[in-house]
């Protein structure tokens, strides 16, 4: 497989802009079977953009808005169009997308758009790339999980669209089709050996207890006190308005065990709690019988977990001889991107001075990120929704 990703800062006049993203194109020859991967502004006109991309390319394309965006050329950008495209005589691409998603439909949905592209397909597919818009009223692991489930534990990539925090502009595109509640996939079959990594870096502080009484994505108590009394007791302030921007830099460290007994860990952001019973309701699930443990991070953090990620993945490249990679994508938290302030620019570019220059990438800030988390006690991989970490898969 190859790909060339190029981009546009051109998103109000989108012909012009489309016609830039062609011209750089030009020179990138297409084999038999080929799809593109996009990511542009919130305030991009999505169904224009959608039948306007059609219109010119005609080859399968996901895209998902975003807040902020990876790029070769600039390492960082605040708006405009990310378009890569990828290519090959041995890979299929079959895509897809779900209708406008509710909590009563969503897990329908979901299943039945996957089996009916694993039926196009004609195969299992090696690797689901996948993003969504998420419900604030469903559990962001419920999406992976269901994907996971239906499709018999295939690795899964991808995330949640972004805006500019106002959670209600993000958008997903598929094709020509546009939805601002759904969940578009694209399925890859044939010669591919994905690599995936996901990582995070944080310390913890002395707040560690284990979950007792949980529903979901809500969680009452920790040991034997509500989950409010525990926080507060740390010396939390919980009054605040915003509490999802308050956690930012001081998530949760979610350490758990599957039905196999392999160790999973994942970070989970608090976004709202009940003062009434003492609750605290996260952006995922966390088990009962959980051990959290509140975390900071900051920007050495970020840089840690960037290079972890991007480097295992290099060592994972380089000892396949059979495979030539050519391709990243890059998911990374939008908390991520706060921590930075006015030094994300270069920060960004350092990412991209870590990536082999032989290797074409895109990339976005999410509202969550899909990727398998490697097990602490075996070498297993399980699909997992991920806040406050760098994802990144290479093709």
């Known amino acids: 497989m190859r790909s060339l990703a190029v981009y546009t800062e051109e998103m109000d006049d989108l012909q012009a802009g489309i016609q830039e993203l062609k011209d750089k194109l030009k020179d990138f020859k297409l084999d038999k079977n080929s799809m593109g991967i996009l990511f542009a502004h919130a305030d991009t006109d999505f169904q224009e953009l959608a039948n306007a991309l059609q219109d010119e390319f005609g080859f399968p394309i996901l895209g998902a808005s975003a807040m902020s965006m990876f790029t070769e050329s600039m390492g960082y950008v605040t708006e405009g169009i990310s378009l890569h495209v990828f290519t090959a005589d041995d890979c299929t691409f079959v895509a897809g997308v779900t209708s406008e998603m509710n909590p009563d439909n969503y897990k329908a949905q979901i299943k039945s758009t996957y089996q009916r592209l694993a039926e196009e397909l004609g195969e299992k597919p090696k690797i689901i790339l996948t993003y969504a818009v998420k419900d604030a009223a469903v559990g962001g692991d419920e999406y992976v999980n269901l994907l996971d489930e239906a499709s018999g534990g295939v690795p899964i990539f991808g995330g949640f669209s972004s805006d500019n925090f106002l959670f209600t502009e993000c958008r997903i595109m598929v094709n020509r089709e546009v939805r601002s509640a759904g969940m578009g ?25 284990v979950v007792t009484e949980v529903r979901g994505n809500t969680v009452y108590k920790l040991g034997d006190r509500t989950l409010v009394d525990v926080v507060r007791e740390a010396g939390v302030d919980l009054d605040s308005d915003d509490l999802l921007s308050k956690f930012v830099g001081s998530p949760f460290l979610v350490t758990y065990k599957k039905a196999n007994g392999d160790e999973i860990q994942v970070m989970r952001h608090l976004a709202a709690i009940n003062k009434a019973d003492g609750s605290g309701s996260f952006l995922g699930n966390i088990p009962k019988g959980a051990v959290v443990r509140l975390a900071m991070f900051g920007r050495k953090d970020v840089s840690k ?6 480097r295992s993945a290099v ?10 990679y050519s391709s990243a994508i890059i998911t990374s938290c939008a908390s991520r991107l706060m921590t930075f302030t006015n030094d994300v620019m270069d920060e960004a570019k350092g990412y991209a001075n870590i990536i082999p220059h032989d290797i074409r990438f895109s990339g976005m800030y999410s509202f969550g990120e899909f990727c398998p988390m490697e097990a602490q006690n075996s070498n297993n991989s399980h699909n997992c929704f991920h806040n406050t970490t760098f994802t990144f898969i290479v093709l």
């Not at 694209?186 to 707040?207: A, M």
């Not at 977990?305 to 991007?310: L, P």
């Not at 060592?315 to 001889?321: A, F, I």
């Open 185 to 209: 996939m694209i399925l890859i079959g044939g010669n591919i050996k994905p690599v995936l990594k996901s990582r995070f870096s944080v310390e913890t502080t002395d707040l560690e207890e």
């Open 315 to 324: 060592v994972d490249v380089s000892n396949e001889k059979d495979y030539i």
């Open 305 to 310: 977990s960037v290079s972890e990620a991007i």
